[in-house]
Nanobody, 127 residues
Framework: EVQLVESGGGLVQPGGSLRLSCEGSGFTFSDHAMSWVRQAPGKELEWVSTITSLSGDTNYAASVKGRFTISRDNAKNTLYLQLDNLKTEDTAMYFC????????????????????RGQGTQVTVSS
């Protein structure tokens, strides 16, 4: 059974930082590209970032580029998202996801359609 378990969320002031983690199990982690998506209150799901399986190529949504960093440790079956210079508009539930739908196209294109997604970790940015 595929499981994705996020952690690391919390309450942080604007300009602060957080590091999110997502531990995967039930599949060969190193074989799969992984992504982060988020959903703010009252808004639709938004793609944040994707990292490829072995080469570690990355892509980011324009809204987070330069502030967020996606990475992975295949030996630990863990995906990370470093969130720096956080803004109030980053407040959302953050989910890790795998197995993007084919309709999303190439790996670096934005995508919110995934076969598997974790239960999420809440990030709240507020003073």
């Amino acid at each position: 059974e595929v499981q994705l378990v996020e952690s690391g969320g919390g309450l942080v002031q604007p300009g602060g930082s957080l590091r999110l983690s997502c531990e995967g199990s039930g599949f060969t982690f190193s074989d799969h590209a992984m992504s982060w998506v988020r959903q703010a209150p009252g808004k639709e799901l938004e793609w944040v970032s994707t990292i490829t399986s072995l080469s570690g190529d990355t892509n980011y949504a324009a809204s987070v580029k330069g502030r967020f960093t996606i990475s992975r440790d295949n030996a630990k079956n863990t995906l990370y998202l470093q969130l720096d210079n956080l803004k109030t508009e980053d407040t959302a539930m953050y989910f890790c996801a795998k197995d993007r739908d084919r309709s999303c196209g190439v790996w670096y294109s934005p995508c919110v359609l995934f076969k598997y997604r974790g239960q999420g970790t809440q990030v709240t940015v507020s003073s």
